[in-house]
């Protein structure tokens, strides 16, 4: 039964473990520079082994290329989207005028339709990563706000809280040094997560052309794919790869969500 648990960790770890590599250290995948050009539409070939795209670039290189903007658009995005649910889920969690303030803000973010909202601002705000981070961050606190807020309500029940009180600690030194050392197992979760639901954001906003053009992410490159008459020059390579390293990267994050998840089911049961 623990080998089974352990198999989506080795599998989750081995697949990131790749995407990694290929962000950190390019050259260990491929000969090319990320600008270098050639003939348009090479076939695959040993040279080439997704053939070229309509300007000339190696697409099995702009695709390792694109794994670091992917790779740190969707984790930058995911650690600015778990601090801002957990200050946010933390002060709603608390009693008073800012509490009610706290959670009324979660449940307009609850109700407003993300996606439209998002390609509105973004076809203002125009094409930047750090537009793109910050309005996939904006908009995507809301389920670790409501995560955050229902564990610190859990949390301020506890004997060793009440302790504190008694004790005539400041609720900002229990926050600090009680509560939020005690969310880690919701925020560890919500981070690997999160990571996916950025990186699916991140992709949804590129293939519409609110990307960052000249330094590609892998939705990028499937928006270019489309305009570009991947299909009718049959270049189904450059169509899908990007999808399909979008869809690993998303299982490796989610497999090892799913260990840590598997062993907060054994501690709590122990």
């Known amino acids: 039964m623990k080998n089974r648990r352990v198999i989506p960790l080795i599998v989750g770890c081995v697949l990131l473990l790749i995407f990694l590599l290929a962000a950190l250290f390019p050259g260990m995948f491929t000969e090319y520079g990320q600008k270098e050009m050639f003939a348009p539409w090479i076939k695959p070939s040993a040279g080439h082994l997704l053939g070229t795209n309509a300007l000339g670039h190696d697409i099995f290189t702009e695709l390792v290329y694109g794994t670091r903007e992917t790779l740190f658009i969707g984790t930058v995005s995911s650690v600015l989207t778990l601090i801002l649910g957990t200050a946010i889920g933390t002060l709603a969690a608390g009693r008073g005028v800012i509490a009610g303030l706290f959670n009324g803000l979660i449940n307009v973010f609850v109700m407003l339709p993300k996606l439209i909202t998002l390609i509105v601002l973004a076809s203002f705000l125009g094409n930047s ?84 053009l000249y330094y590609p992410t892998w939705g990028t490159m499937i928006n270019f794919a489309y305009k570009r008459g991947a299909f009718l020059r049959q270049a189904y390579g450059y169509l899908l790869t990007p999808g399909v390293c979008i869809m690993l990267l998303s299982l490796a994050f989610y497999f090892i969500s799913l260990y840590i998840e598997s062993r907060k089911e054994t501690i709590s049961e122990m």
């Open 129 to 212: 990563v750090w537009n793109l981070i910050g309005l996939i961050s904006a908009f995507s606190w809301v389920g670790i706000a409501r995560n955050v807020r229902a564990k610190v309500i859990s949390l301020n029940e506890e004997t060793f809280i009440e302790n504190c009180v008694i004790q005539g600690y400041s609720r900002g030194h229990i926050v600090f040094y009680h509560i939020i050392p005690n969310l880690y197992d919701v925020l560890i979760s919500r981070f690997l997560l999160g990571v996916n639901s950025c990186i699916m954001m991140e992709s949804t906003l590129s293939f519409l052309g609110f990307g960052d």
